[in-house]
């Protein structure tokens, strides 16, 4: 496999090694001792599946207490998936990073705990999976504004289609401090 490291220590883009031939093709999700190699050494303790249509945005979503680090791909079509740091104190506070995933190039992106998470759909419809760290837990649940101008997030599309819930975010620097996680 191939892991690409992003601007944000943690943030990795990760590309599977895939065999295919006429029949289709094969590919490891993950693998313990692989992904520990490469630095992924956390537990996985739920598999989430979501299907959306083109111009759905799910986030920015985080979780603290019980941050989740998040192992995320498109099992089919295509979206633009963002990380960014929310840990306080950390000196990337505030950056983002955006990678194309989709069910042709199969890349994987790993998004530690203590960072915001969300995606847009790129294509018709997309299939999307996620690996989470921890358990989801409703009353740790937060989020941050998918559009917050202090971000500076160049999503691909101009015609977005939010939940009533990811609309009502607020933007990263009003929300309190103790909401938030800690860089450590």
């Excluded at 249509?53 to 633009?80: D, I, M, T, W």
Aim: charged share 20%; aromatic share 12%.
């Amino acid at each position: 496999m191939n892991v690409i490291e992003t601007k944000l220590p943690g943030v990795l883009i990760i590309e599977p090694k895939v065999f295919g031939d006429a029949r289709g093709y094969f590919f490891e999700t993950w693998q313990l001792t692989r992904y520990a190699a490469i630095g992924i050494r956390e537990s996985f303790v739920q598999d989430n599946v979501s299907y959306s249509a083109c111009g759905v945005l799910r986030g920015l979503h985080y979780q603290n207490p019980n941050p989740q680090g998040k192992l995320v791909s498109v099992l089919q079509g295509e979206v633009f998936d963002v990380a960014v740091d929310i840990r306080v104190s950390s000196p990337t506070f505030g950056q983002w990073v955006g990678v194309n995933l989709s069910g042709d190039n199969h890349r994987q992106l790993w998004v530690p705990p203590g960072f915001a998470h969300g995606f847009c759909v790129t294509s018709e419809t997309a299939y999307f999976s996620y690996k989470c760290t921890d358990l989801y837990t409703p009353q740790a649940e937060g989020g941050v504004m998918w559009n917050d101008p202090d971000l500076g997030i160049q999503w691909p599309l101009a015609d977005i289609i939010l939940s009533d819930k990811d609309r009502l975010y607020a933007r990263l620097k009003d929300i309190p401090k103790s909401r938030l996680p800690r860089y450590e």
